[in-house]
């Protein structure tokens, strides 16, 4: 069953955000928008399952998942097998692009969270509002706090952001000998770049692309120490250009060059 409400727009139009629809989907439909929303989304999906793709990405959308999609942004999604269920919220305000990019909402962003509980309460009560016009800044309310907890769910849970980066650093260890980019390292994590990058720093503390560095001086390190390979060789080996950019790096990383930790060493 199919439940919407678009309220009527009044004075909330002045507020830094307010509601423009919200309801749910059941079952959803296959959904191309050429030119993207005028508003922005967040969605959740409570049963079935579905394929959202945008920029050339494919984001699963199973039971539990949430979904920021911001506008303007082209993109399609539909149901994957049988029937897929969503909840759905959009909205505006002359404020809100800006508010919503301190927020770490700079792009779609989509991650299952054990528990949409919360967000699943917030939306039940913004919905029995949407329709009376007297609610509409109760409905601003409401959505604050429907923002506020999805962003928790995508940015700050703990288990989900620890197997993006598990995944990423696996992935750097494997490949670090190579010449790999950020979008690789996100795509093996599962996550946009912006938010990849985001999560990998808020869990280790660095930027995936330290963290990478840091691998790679680290098995260098190790040849240096067991091996009477030239440098020129390991250089290339552990994954950089050339030698003259190894040296610089190695040095501003261990305080020597690579021929004065090995002669030390």
Same mark, same amino acid.
């Given at each position: 069953m199919n439940r919407s409400v678009y309220p009527v727009l009044g004075t909330e139009i002045n507020l830094p955000f307010y509601l423009t629809g919200i309801g749910t989907t059941d079952p959803e439909y296959h959904i191309i928008r050429s030119e993207g929303l005028t508003s922005h989304q967040i969605m959740f999906t409570t049963g079935g399952s579905g394929v959202l793709t945008a920029n050339g990405k494919t984001y699963?959308?199973?039971?539990?998942?949430?979904?920021?999609?911001?506008?303007?942004?082209?993109? $399609?999604?539909?149901? $994957?097998?049988? @029937?897929?269920?969503?909840?759905? &919220?959009?909205?505006?305000? @002359?404020?809100?692009?800006?508010?919503?990019?301190?927020?770490?909402?700079?792009?779609? &962003?989509?991650?299952?969270?054990?528990n949409i509980n919360d967000l699943s309460r917030i939306f039940s009560a913004m919905f029995a509002l949407a329709g009376e016009y007297s609610k509409a800044e109760k409905c601003s309310e409401l959505l604050y706090a429907y923002i506020l907890e999805a962003r928790r769910l995508l940015f700050d849970n703990a288990d989900i952001a620890n197997d993006h980066v598990a995944k990423a650093a696996g992935f750097m260890e494997h490949e670090y000998g190579r010449d790999i980019s950020l979008s690789e390292i996100a795509c093996a994590a599962g996550l946009s770049e912006q938010h990849f990058c985001r999560v990998f720093r808020k869990v280790t503390g660095m930027t995936p692309m330290e963290f990478l560095t840091r691998k790679r001086i680290a098995e260098a390190k190790a040849l240096l120490d067991d091996t009477d390979m030239p440098i020129s060789d390991i250089s290339s080996a552990v994954g950089f250009?050339?030698?003259?950019?190894?040296?610089? &790096?190695?040095?501003?990383? $261990?305080?020597?060059?690579?021929? @004065?930790y090995r002669r030390l060493k």
């Open positions: 699963p959308q199973t039971n539990g998942v949430c979904t920021f999609i911001p506008p303007a942004v082209p993109h $399609e999604y539909y149901p $994957e097998k049988g @029937d897929w269920q969503t909840s759905w &919220v959009v909205f505006r305000g @002359d404020a809100l692009p800006q508010i919503m990019q301190k927020m770490g909402f700079s792009g779609i &962003v989509s991650v299952k969270s054990a250009s050339g030698r003259s950019y190894f040296t610089s &790096v190695f040095r501003k990383y $261990e305080g020597f060059s690579p021929s @004065d």
